[in-house]
Every structure is written in structure tokens, then in C-alpha cells.
């Protein structure tokens, strides 16, 4: 994160347009680019990346509300075909040189890379969907005369409360040291109960889904930890649901 945030203040004078790239499902959490003082006079657009893993009318609130301060759009990284506009906005942006510097900004995971390749539609960047793979700053050619800043991830410099931690490690937003998985997916079945939606909740039973895919240990002990592990890889793969941890009029 230390990485991330030495970039932006090293290359600020000569980025011109922020992409802040923020994940669908907590769009407040993974909101980061106000945290760079140098950032903020910034041109800024906005993309709720892997809005197919998260709730479509929660992203629909989220763009309505997110519009009032600059462009928005929702996305799937790993799909080229969710970028083109945003791609041909960027192409058709202002210039005040030669040379149009791009910045794409975020939290870890939040799928900056994937972005970047899809916008370039070529594999320039490496992605893998888990905390921390971007390491070094890059400048990467969109088309003659734009250049993409790829940074590694930042985060808010605090994180207020486990509701929130919860959250960004059940999106994998945080490193797998940071969090416990079975307080994850106890905190995430919570929440679901609590919002009504029981048959999503009973699939986040991890003693249940641990006997049920003969997950134990020797002795016949329940593996907690493992199943854990595994629901949250495949909450994170959309098999257990569209969520949206977030909504514009619960957030300060």
C-alpha cells in the first residue's frame, strides 16, 4: 500500500485523468483516490468493476448516485466488450500535451490490472484475483498518445470498523494474514440474515458445508478453516450469489 501511494505522489505532476477503479459490491470501502491530496483536483472517472458479482439494482443506485460528481460506469474486468466505453471516452478526453496520462487507482483486488488489459486489449498487466499482485509502477501505452499509470493497490490509511473489514476480506481485498475466514463467513451470514436473505445464509453454514463436501479432519473433526476458505473463493466467484454490501443512502 506504502507503494502505492509513493507513486501517485511521485508521478502527480504529470497525470492528467484518475480512473479509480472500486469493486461493486463496496463501493464506499474501496473508494480511494480522495485519499491523495494531489488526486483530488484531478479529473476523475469512476468504474464499479465486477458488477456481475454484485446486486444489479444496488449497482443501478450506485451509478445514479456516483454520476453527480463525473462519469461512472460499470464493469467486468475480464470482459473487453465492458470497456469500450469507457475506452473511447478516455481516447476522446482533453489534452493539454501531446501525451494524455491515465492513472488507474484502487484498492488491492479490485481488478486494476484486468482493467488496464481490457482497455489496452492486450495482456499487459498481471492479474490474478487475489490482494497484492501489482508491485512496481508501469507506465503501459493505451493507444498513441494515452499512457495507463498502473499502481499498486492502496487502501484508505484506516480502516473504521469490522463491519468493514469484514467486507473487504470477503471480496479479497485484503492479504489472507489480515483476516480470520471463519469470522468472515460468520459476519457475512449475519448480514445476510439480517437482510432477509435466509436461503443465501444457510449456504454460509460452515459446519454444514464442511460435512457436506467431506471436508475433515483425521478422526472425522469438521475442517473449519479449509471450508471457509472455500466459500469464501466461491462467494468471490459469484456461485453463491449477487451481494452488494453497500447501498448510497446507508453510507456517510
Not at 475480464?78 to 494524455?100: D, F, W
Not at 488507474?104 to 481488478?111: E, L, S
Not at 436461503?199 to 479432519?217: I, K, P, S
Amino acid at each position: 500500500m506504502a507503494a502505492g501511494k509513493r507513486a501517485v505522489e511521485e508521478h502527480a505532476g504529470l497525470i492528467d485523468l484518475v480512473v479509480e477503479v472500486r469493486d461493486a459490491r463496496v463501493p464506499d470501502a474501496t473508494a480511494v483516490a480522495g485519499q491523495h491530496p494531489k488526486l483530488r483536483s484531478k479529473a476523475r472517472v469512476t468504474l464499479l468493476n465486477r458488477e456481475d458479482l454484485a446486486d444489479p439494482g444496488a449497482t443501478t443506485s450506485w451509478l445514479r448516485t456516483l454520476r453527480e460528481d463525473g462519469p461512472v460506469y460499470a464493469t467486468i474486468g475480464t470482459r473487453a466488450s465492458s470497456l469500450r466505453a469507457v475506452r473511447e471516452a478516455l481516447l476522446a478526453s482533453p489534452r493539454r500535451r501531446a501525451t494524455l496520462h491515465v492513472a488507474v487507482v484502487g484498492a488491492p483486488n479490485t481488478g486494476k490490472s484486468s482493467i488496464i488489459n481490457a482497455l489496452a486489449r492486450r495482456k499487459r498487466a498481471i492479474a490474478q484475483d487475489r490482494a497484492g499482485i501489482t508491485r512496481h509502477v508501469r507506465w503501459l501505452a493505451l493507444a498513441p498518445g494515452v499512457e495507463l499509470l498502473d499502481t499498486p493497490g492502496v487502501l484508505p490509511p484506516k480502516i473504521v470498523g469490522r463491519e468493514t473489514a469484514w467486507r473487504l476480506a470477503a471480496c479479497g481485498s485484503l492479504p489472507e494474514t489480515a483476516y480470520d475466514p471463519e469470522e468472515v463467513v460468520e459476519r457475512m451470514g449475519a448480514w445476510l440474515r439480517a437482510s432477509g436473505l435466509e436461503a443465501a445464509a444457510a449456504r454460509m453454514d460452515v459446519t454444514e458445508f464442511a460435512r457436506a463436501h467431506g471436508m475433515l479432519r483425521k478422526g472425522g473433526e469438521v475442517d473449519r478453516a479449509a471450508a471457509a476458505r472455500k466459500l469464501l473463493t466461491r462467494f468471490r466467484a459469484g456461485s453463491l450469489g449477487r451481494f452488494t454490501f453497500e447501498l448510497p443512502g446507508e453510507v456517510a
